[in-house]
């Protein structure tokens, strides 16, 4: 009998420490250096003798923004599901970036607004806050610090295979052919008995499949058209009362300036603050407009841009979400998986990015430690990702249909899965057991049917009802 994809999800978004490894392989290689490709790195090194990451990019040893990023100046959040994933693999993690000036904040001192409306606290769950450099900086660090990882400064350009199994990977220099790079070496493969493919959206794994004769994974996209803008101001506490804000906005059909703003305290003393829009509208670049579009939401984000800027405002366009169904493959070779933002890229407004990513790299903990068979397709592997992947593209997706400028594509029961999940969404604006199962879901620590339960449906129903009554009739 299969598992639920409920006890998948709890199964993967455990909290319990990591254990039952063992050395499965010689040499593994990650595809890509950004978060995922480190989070693959550090549940490898427990089963690999070496795991060599291939990055093109010259990782800085410190924070830093680089050209594989170019988002990584806009707000980033590590949802408490993908929280207690890196303080699995990273024992003392949440401490070292506390250390280091991050926020970890509780329930309390997040705040979220529904049009303007506080909602209600559910006193479970928390958040790392900073910036997206500073934690990825953290995680690359404890990593490398691994003594069988090291990373290889080059190109990755195609696959080698051995009957049905891939056994290496071909690099290339990253500067112009001869130039020095491996003795003037322009092409040469490096032998792997795994490999993972962490290379992001613009993932060409796809296409080297196809070239070698393998089947492709099938594209979905669903666009969605956004568009960041992102400012830095001097922060003059220390210890914020309030280290995380998020005010939304109902969509309508004709889209707002700012459908939401985001503000979080990070390292450094700052403020982060991201404003997004939809539409064909021009991107908000100008430090007034943008000053004056925080007035328009609630007090903290006034009083944040009241502080000195630093930097420029950053801007950021995602024209779709987009997910590649490696699970519906039946021929794919041994000995590789693929994850993170090369699965499935989701609409950055919900955060829902690097916990995914850490989600991943828990399922390919648990496909390690159970004894897997590495000459055969890592099937298992991929059908509890397709759990984590299904969980964040019913959330994101369910919210961008919502929108009157997106036309679908429309799942199966996409008006019933729409009225349920506004019932559920106005319920957990003012009452709290509501609220701590549905920010359990969106934060990434249950699965999305952890909400049909009757009995939190007849919660839901009962409190919308009596919100909803004129106050004479409430007495």
């Known amino acids: 009998m299969s598992e639920s994809a409920a006890r998948v999800f709890a199964r993967l978004s455990t909290d319990e420490p990591i254990t039952r490894t063992r050395t499965l392989m010689g040499k593994a290689v990650v595809l890509g250096g950004s978060l995922a490709g480190l989070l693959a790195a550090r549940v490898l090194s427990d089963h690999a003798e070496s795991v060599v990451l291939v990055e093109r990019d010259s990782l800085p040893p410190a924070a830093a923004a680089r050209p594989g990023t170019p988002h990584d100046g806009q707000l980033h959040t590590l949802m408490h599901g993908g929280r207690m994933q890196l303080q699995r693999l990273f024992p003392g993690f949440e401490e070292e970036a506390r250390a280091g000036g991050a926020i970890v904040s509780s329930p309390y001192t997040i705040r979220a607004y529904a049009d303007g409306v506080p909602k209600v606290s559910d006193g479970a769950m928390g958040l790392i806050s900073s910036s997206r450099p500073f934690l990825e900086a953290l995680v690359r660090r404890r990593t490398l610090a691994l003594p069988n990882v090291k990373v290889l400064t080059c190109r990755a350009i195609g696959l ?3 009957g ?62 956004i568009d960041y803008a992102t400012g830095y101001f001097r922060r003059t506490t220390s210890d914020p009362e309030l280290a995380a804000a998020i005010a939304y906005r109902t969509p309508t059909a004709t889209p707002p ?16 603050i991201t404003l997004a829009n939809y539409g064909k509208q021009p991107p908000i670049r100008d430090v007034d407009e943008f000053r004056k579009l925080c007035g328009e939401l609630p007090p903290v984000y006034r009083e944040a841009v009241e502080g000195e800027q630093l930097g420029d405002i950053l801007t950021y366009h995602q024209a779709d979400s987009r997910r590649r169904d490696y699970h519906l493959l039946k021929r794919f070779p041994a000995r590789l998986i693929s994850l993170g933002d090369a699965v499935a890229s989701f609409n950055p407004i919900y955060g829902q990015g690097m916990s995914s990513a850490a989600l991943h790299a828990s399922a390919l903990s648990h496909y390690l430690r ?28 369910a919210a961008d249909l919502a929108r009157p400028d997106v036309h679908g594509p429309y799942p199966r029961g996409y008006r019933l899965t729409k ?5 559920m969404a106005e319920a957990s604006v003012t009452d709290r057991e509501v609220a701590v199962r549905f920010n359990s ?27 909803r009554k004129p106050r004479r009739e409430r007495g």
């Open 160 to 162: 080698e295979f051995r």
């Open 164 to 225: 049905d199994a891939v056994s290496g990977v071909r690099c290339g220099p990253v500067s112009r052919p001869g130039a020095g790079i491996g003795g003037g070496v322009e092409e040469w493969v490096e032998d792997a008995d795994f490999v993972v493919d962490a290379m992001g959206r613009a993932s060409k794994l796809g296409d080297w499949l196809e070239k070698a004769g393998w089947e492709r994974p099938a594209m979905r996209r669903m666009a969605i058209d």
């Open 257 to 272: 300036r700012v459908a939401s703003g985001a503000i979080t305290a990070i390292e450094g003393d700052r403020w982060l």
């Open 370 to 397: 159970s004894a897997p068979d590495l000459r055969r397709h890592a099937r298992a592997f991929f059908a509890d990702q397709r759990v984590v992947v299904d969980a964040a593209w019913q959330i994101s997706t």
């Open 419 to 423: 009225w349920f999940a506004e019932q």
């Open 441 to 467: 879901v969106t934060y990434m620590r249950s699965h999305p049917s952890s909400l049909a339960a009757p009995a939190t449906l007849l919660r839901a129903l009962r409190v919308n009802r009596s919100s």
